[in-house]
Each structure stands twice: as structure tokens, then as C-alpha cells.
């Protein structure tokens, strides 16, 4: 919220994750920047994106600096979540005039260290 406070809509997104990078440092959250994720297909790699942040190790947050948030956007987000099979993630838009953002659950998700969670 300060990001999008202090800098208002209309930059491109690459700003908004620069200055999402100094607001997490300054508040020392642990976060990994535009990281390298595999994606897999019945267990082949088939290609890679790229993930705006992961943050703590849990969150996967997706950015976006764009007039509205459509369902497309949404689809992405959960898409990403369950190829990583990541429990939680965040999708936030810094371009409409209000910040926007959406908290995503992966439904899928699967977790290595519960074996009652196979």
C-alpha cells in the first residue's frame, strides 16, 4: 500500500517492483526477486517463467500495473501457483487509481512434509 501510496497509478510494472524490493529490505522481509521457476508437464520441464517474488518462502506474489484486473489475470496467478505448487499467493495491480489486489489459494496444493497431504 505505501508503494502505490507514494507513487499513485500510471508507471510500468518493473517500477512498482523496484519499489516493492526497497519496502521489503527496508522492512527486512525475506523475498527472492524475479526468480526462475520450471514447469513441468507429467514430470518433463517443458519451460520456464518468471516469478516477480517469492517472499519468505511461502508467497507467491504476481504483479501488474494495468487499468483493470480481468479473470485472465486471475487464471495466471492460480496457474502459477499450482505449477509450483505453492499454497498462497498474491496478485496485485498498481495501475487502476485504487491498489488492487487479490489473495489466491491453490486448491492443489501439496505438501511434501504432511504426509496426511500426499
Same mark, same amino acid.
Given at each position: ?13 518493473? =517500477?512498482?517492483?523496484? $519499489? ?19 514447469? &513441468? ?11 516477480? &517474488?517469492?517472499?519468505?518462502?511461502? =508467497?507467491?506474489?504476481?504483479?501488474? $500495473? ?25 496478485? =496485485?495491480? &498498481? ?24
Amino acid at each position: 500500500m505505501s508503494v502505490h501510496a507514494t507513487l499513485g497509478n500510471g508507471f510500468q510494472e518493473v =517500477i512498482y517492483q523496484r $519499489a516493492l524490493k526497497i519496502e521489503f529490505e527496508d522492512r527486512r522481509i525475506k523475498f527472492v526477486r524475479e526468480m526462475n521457476m520450471p514447469i &513441468f508437464y507429467k514430470e518433463k520441464m517443458i519451460g520456464e517463467r518468471r516469478v516477480d &517474488f517469492f517472499v519468505e518462502d511461502k =508467497i507467491m506474489l504476481e504483479l501488474k $500495473a494495468i487499468i483493470q484486473l480481468e479473470n485472465v489475470h486471475l487464471a495466471q496467478a492460480k496457474n502459477y501457483l499450482e505449477a509450483y505448487n505453492m499454497q498462497v499467493g498474491l496478485l =496485485i495491480n &498498481f495501475g487502476s487509481t485504487s491498489l488492487q489486489f487479490k489473495r489466491l489459494e491453490n486448491q492443489k496444493y501439496r505438501d511434501s512434509n504432511n504426509p496426511l497431504n500426499p
